[in-house]
């Protein structure tokens, strides 16, 4: 019997070996970290299906984006949560909205962590759903103005970039892993669903046509909406497209392996990173997750 070539074992057998000829790092500055905020003040309200993340207030919020950048951590994902609630969603793009707020005062706190706003409407809308309701259907050309002052509203703000969630980010699925989402920012649909205006899970040649549409319309980064379960679709984007690509790992990914870690049925810190990494290795250039502090924190300790 021939003497084999190439014996894979030995380059696993010890951890500096592993780790020199690794083929995917994670780092810190890879995260987005979502922050959800909401009017007040001395305002750390848990959200009770996402363990370890709270609605804040803006003086609250002003703390995680210090500890954010601190960690290296480059941009945080602002979410907000209005005071009241109308059928067009106003606060969404008023001048003194929450997130309006808040943008305002992290630029002035932390010039240096780049800010990004979601541009949606289900937050701030009272039936729940992202965009203008007539005769109990959801019409998409007259929300598309909304989303524009939305757009516009946080850009005069200060906002360093705007994520256009609102009926579609370039590929966003009409998913069953933002429930945890829907409780957080009190924007589940109060009738029917949003599978009109979000993708299919089934599709993927869709997603490639919604991802040329945003390119063609200017994009600068284009995003896959949720990440797991869609990491097909992330590695297509990736070698189709010359542009950076971001991928959530949205409320129901953080939330079933914290779940199991509390419960003890899975090492939670080695399921984050082996998911973490998983998203990187399809070829998202951009991780948006709520372990994006615990990550960078086990980073940091050598111990990813």
């Not at 203008?132 to 906002?159: C, F, Q």
């Not at 090492?267 to 502090?293: N, P, Q, S, V």
Request: glycine residues 8%.
């Amino acid at each position: 019997m021939p003497y084999p070539l190439y014996r894979p074992r030995r380059l696993r057998e010890s951890p500096l070996l592993r780790k020199m000829v690794r083929e995917t790092a994670l780092r810190a500055d890879d995260f987005m970290l979502p922050l959800f905020t909401v009017h007040g003040r001395g305002v750390r309200e848990p959200i009770g299906s996402m363990p370890g993340q709270y609605r804040l207030s803006i003086d609250e919020l002003l703390k995680e984006c210090k500890d954010a950048a601190s960690m290296g951590i480059p941009a945080v994902l602002l979410f907000g949560l209005p005071q009241d609630k109308d059928p067009r969603g106003s606060e969404a793009y008023a001048e003194d909205g929450i997130i309006q707020q808040a943008v305002r005062a992290v630029k002035d706190t932390i010039p240096d962590l780049l800010v990004v706003t979601d541009v949606c409407l289900c937050e701030y809308t009272s039936h729940g759903h992202c965009g203008v309701v007539e005769d109990g259907r959801i019409k998409n050309d007259p929300t598309l103005d909304l989303i524009a002052r939305t757009a516009l509203s946080h850009a005069e703000a200060g906002a360093d970039m705007v994520a256009p969630s609102d009926m579609t980010y370039s590929a966003k699925y009409a998913s069953a892993f933002y429930g945890p989402f829907r409780e957080a920012a009190d924007s589940a649909p109060q009738f029917g669903d949003r599978r009109s205006y979000q993708m299919d899970p089934a599709n993927v040649l869709e997603a490639m046509r919604e991802v040329a549409l945003d390119v063609d319309e200017g994009a600068d980064i284009v995003m896959v909406k949720p990440a797991l379960p869609y990491l097909d679709v992330v590695a297509r984007v990736k070698a189709d497209f010359g542009l950076p690509v971001a991928a959530y790992s949205v409320s129901g990914e953080y939330a079933m392996i914290r779940a199991a870690g509390q419960l003890g049925w899975l090492d939670e810190e080695r399921a984050m990173l082996e998911a973490l990494t998983g998203i990187r290795r399809a070829g998202a250039d951009i991780i948006i997750t709520y372990f994006a502090k615990d990550a960078a924190r086990l980073l940091e300790q050598g111990r990813a």
